[in-house]
T-cell receptor, first 114, second 116 residues
Framework: QQQVKQSPQSLIVQKGGISIINCAYE??????FPWYQQFPGKGPALLIA?????SEKKEGRFTISFNKSAKQFSLHIMDSQPGDSATYFC?????????????FGQGTRLTINP | DVKVTQSSRYLVKRTGEKVFLECVQD?????MFWYRQDPGLGLRLIYF???????EKGDIPEGYSVSREKKERFSLILESASTNQTSMYLC???????????????FGEGSWLTVV
């Protein structure tokens, strides 16, 4: 049972375009929604995160849009660059015994064509 | 910089072998995690620990156990490796939730395990 559903599985975007990755969740107890970026041969690294009390967060070219009523959130990468080519994971967390336990989406392999 | 180090990057083991995956973090984090990553499935939590000698099952604990004898070290144990445990294993760590230093989870670079 996948608690966080991510789409698409793969995405190809031209340089300078907008990349959009979507996620949906079911558990209303989730209170933290990060996006992780993973390059080949590396572990995932935090890219940007949002809490459910705001509808949007922007950091540079990366924006999270959050729709609490629809239980959906998305990552937008503006002016996409070849260096953005990576696998992106959305995630959501609950707290269990003091640990920020993350549940991940299936991942999106993003390719930016030069 | 936070450093989560997984000692073995690539391992090949035989079916039935006992396998140890070791992880060390240098940021005095309370929480440590083991995930496995498979194509199309994302990252799935195997076990986590919020304190020394404490452990909690994640979503897919079957066939695995863990050990945390020291705060900085978290080991994943495959008691009897099977081919369906061929995967990439990721260790991670974080501060206690609510810690003012933030609740980012930091990952190691992964251990690729092949069971033949």
């Amino acid at each position: 049972q996948q608690q966080v559903k991510q789409s698409p599985q793969s995405l190809i975007v031209q340089k300078g375009g907008i990349s959009i990755i979507n996620c949906a969740y079911e558990n209303t107890a989730f209170d933290y929604f990060p996006w992780y970026q993973q390059f080949p041969g590396k572990g995932p690294a935090l890219l940007i995160a949002i809490r459910p009390d705001v509808s949007e967060k922007k950091e540079g070219r990366f924006t999270i849009s959050f729709n609490k009523s629809a239980k959906q959130f998305s990552l937008h990468i503006m002016d996409s660059q070849p260096g953005d080519s990576a696998t992106y994971f959305c995630a959501a967390s609950t707290t269990a015994q003091g640990a920020q336990k993350l549940v991940f989406g299936q991942g999106t392999r993003l390719t930016i064509n030069p | 910089d936070v450093k989560v180090t997984q000692s073995s990057r690539y391992l090949v083991k035989r079916t039935g072998e006992k396998v140890f995956l070791e992880c060390v973090q240098d940021m005095d984090h309370e929480n440590m995690f083991w995930y496995r990553q498979d194509p199309g499935l994302g990252l799935r939590l195997i076990y986590f620990s919020y304190d020394v000698k404490m452990k909690e099952k994640g979503d897919i604990p079957e066939g695995y156990s863990v050990s945390r004898e020291k705060k900085e070290r978290f080991s994943l144990i495959l008691e009897s490796a099977s081919t369906n445990q061929t995967s990439m294993y990721l260790c991670a760590s974080s501060f206690f939730k609510g810690d003012r230093r933030g609740n980012t989870i930091y990952f190691g670079e992964g251990s690729w395990l092949t069971v033949v």
